[in-house]
């Protein structure tokens, strides 16, 4: 089973992100936050497969997240989708952090499946089966403007 952390603090993109995630398959667990610190308190103590983090959260940045995530989880890495308002990150900043794939907003999901696709087909998936990530997607395929960091 995969576990997958959602976290940013616009409902609309939660949903969308839920929705899309949870339908590609019966045995992913969504863990949803609204900001950092809800997601750390909810992780603590859980193995996460992947998670999904805005890059501005209330209470600190997508990249300082990642790296707590990073630094709190079982096994790493973590891989970590960064959803971004097109600004531009230095990549010297987001190592050890996790970050493995960048995705702006708006978004459509079929750009969240192909990033799904790549971190399945590069085995980016962590947790107690060698690809967590393996069950996730089967998306179609095509590039729709994915910004890819990894």
């Not at 949803?32 to 859980?46: D, T």
């Not at 990150?89 to 750009?111: C, E, H, M, N």
């Not at 499946?113 to 107690?128: M, P, T, V």
């Amino acid at each position: 089973m995969g576990t997958v952390l959602i976290v940013g603090d616009d409902p609309a993109v939660r949903h969308l992100l839920r929705a899309t995630i949870g339908q590609l398959a019966d045995e992913v667990v969504l863990l949803e936050a609204e900001n950092g610190a809800s997601a750390l308190r909810l992780v603590a103590g859980r193995t996460v497969d992947l998670a999904v983090v805005d890059l501005f959260q209330s209470d600190c940045s997508g990249v300082e997240l990642s790296r707590h995530i990073q630094a709190g989880a079982a096994r790493v890495p973590v891989p970590v989708i960064l959803l971004t308002e097109g600004e531009e990150l230095d990549g010297a900043a987001l190592r050890g952090t996790g970050i493995t794939a960048i995705l702006s907003k708006p978004f459509s999901p079929r750009q969240l499946l192909e990033i799904l696709q790549r971190l399945r087909a590069s085995g980016s998936g962590r947790g107690s089966e060698p690809d967590a990530l393996s069950r996730l997607a089967h998306p179609p395929s095509g590039q729709d403007g994915m910004l890819a960091n990894g």
